[in-house]
């Protein structure tokens, strides 16, 4: 604010303070967001100037002129799709309407503290900070909810374990939404950049956590423990120690794949019961199978740590 008013003051402005108004309208949390919302309001303002000028020009400076000029001024920025630009072209037209004669020097004023107020605030919003540590941050988070959600997994299948509260599927949830919604602000950060391996990542997992969602029922409502529960809790074991920005998904589709060759050589089930719990021992790792091709289809972060 007090750089848009300093250099509008020493280019010797009507109005100066309004620079500082101007640049305020135009801060914004993006680069992508700073751009746009220049281009509105510098559009909306120029749109303004026309009308005041034709307006209060052929009309005179009074109250109803102003007020049916604004009534036409609306819908017009709004069909042009600038409509954000509303109150910096106000701030505009309030400075033509106090004036009450609308000259060529006039016209370069307003268009000098547009250039300034924008300007500033542009190149204010062309710093963002690096936010690299946080989106790592939130990857280290949410691996270490996916290992501890196996690992749960792991106990239930070898000891029977109930004791869990499920509290990491909640805070896995909250914790991707914070990490997407951080991704999209990068990506509006770079003005050539239409995506962020970040998000990609995030979103990746975010599916993955609806597979996950969806299988433990199959896992935690076993009416009885069968043999081949050792071989899926060995696997869920060696992938809860490998989760990692990385793609190594393919290897554990091969050793999936080992899993249910084993798994159909097996004796068949004695009772119904445990036809039941070996029938949903495989649907549980046809799942596993589609969270593993979700991290096969994605490339891999370039950084892994």
């Known amino acids: 604010m007090a750089f848009s008013i300093a250099i509008a003051q020493y280019f010797g402005l009507q109005f100066f303070t309004s620079a500082a108004i101007l640049t305020i309208l135009c801060i914004q949390t993006t680069k992508k967001k700073s751009l746009q919302a220049v281009y509105t309001r510098f559009v909306a303002s120029i749109v303004g100037m026309l009308f005041s000028f034709v307006a209060f020009e052929t009309f005179g400076y009074n109250p109803i002129v102003l007020v049916l000029m604004v009534i036409l001024f609306i819908p017009t920025i709004v069909s042009l799709g600038v409509a954000p630009g509303f109150v910096s072209s106000g701030v505009i037209m309030m400075h033509i309407y106090s004036e009450a004669n609308f000259t060529l020097a006039l016209f370069y004023n307003e268009l000098g503290l ?52 499920g509290n990491e599927l909640i805070e896995a949830e909250v914790v991707l939404n914070k990490a997407k919604a951080l991704a999209y602000k990068d990506v509006e950060n770079h003005l050539t950049r239409k995506e962020n391996e970040y998000y990609l990542y995030f979103d990746m997992r975010e599916r993955q956590l609806e597979i996950i969602e969806r299988v433990l029922p199959k ?4 009416p009885v423990m069968v043999q081949q529960v050792k071989l899926v809790s060995e696997f869920m074991q060696d992938l809860a120690e490998h989760v990692h920005p990385g793609n190594t998904a393919r290897s554990f589709r091969d050793k999936l794949e080992i899993v249910k060759e084993e798994f159909a050589e097996m004796p068949l089930p004695e009772s119904h019961e445990k036809f039941l719990a070996m029938a ?8 596993m199978d589609e969270y593993l091709e979700i991290k096969q289809a994605f490339k891999g972060l370039k950084e892994k740590q």
Do not use: P
């Open 114 to 165: 547009m250039v300034v107020g924008f300007g500033v605030a542009l190149l204010v919003n062309m710093y963002m900070g690096d936010i690299q540590k946080q989106l790592d941050d939130y990857r280290i988070q949410i691996e270490n909810l996916y290992k501890k959600i196996f690992s749960e997994i792991v106990k239930y299948l070898e000891n029977g374990d109930t004791n869990w509260d």
């Open 280 to 287: 949903s021992l495989y649907q549980f790792i046809e799942e």
């Open 219 to 222: 896992i935690t409502t076993l």
